[in-house]
């Protein structure tokens, strides 16, 4: 199994991406992420399939929830291609080819907005451990 987007090997074969997201978003929420969003961008981009965005209250919490989600998923064999921000802990972005997980500082995820920014793609709502399914997007 390849990636679409640069034709190297996928991160883990045959991996059930939902399955996976649901263990991010689990990990994450273990380490109190906040404001927790999937974006469903198939369709949209050949980027990725998905994109996780949740904050942290500070740049050592950022960086902590970043190195907590690659030490969780590394077990299972599931290991990021590509990693930006960790030594900053302002905005880590984990690129696991068929999602990418950011997380932001607040301050930097307000500046950024990248809800908005991809205000076409779905939502998967219910981003809370045991539930991953699709959901509206709440706009305010």
């Not at 996928?10 to 991406?17: E, I, L, N, S």
């Not at 690659?70 to 291609?81: D, F, V």
């Amino acid at each position: 199994m390849t990636s679409r987007r640069s034709g190297r090997p996928a991160v883990r074969p045959g991996a059930d991406a939902l399955a996976a997201l649901r263990l991010v978003t689990e990990t994450l929420a273990d380490r109190k992420a906040i404001d927790p969003l999937v974006l469903d961008l198939r369709g949209l981009t050949g980027a990725a399939d998905y994109f996780v965005i949740v904050s942290g209250t500070s740049d050592a919490h950022v960086r902590g929830m970043a190195e907590h989600l690659m030490t969780a998923l590394a077990p299972r064999g599931i290991a990021p291609h590509h990693v930006e921000g960790l030594g900053q802990g302002r905005w880590v972005l984990l690129d696991y080819v068929d999602f990418v997980v950011h997380v932001f500082h607040p301050e930097l995820r307000e500046f950024y907005q990248l809800e908005r920014l991809w205000s076409d793609a779905p939502v998967l709502g219910a981003v809370t451990p045991g539930g991953l399914g699709r959901g509206g997007r709440s706009k305010g």
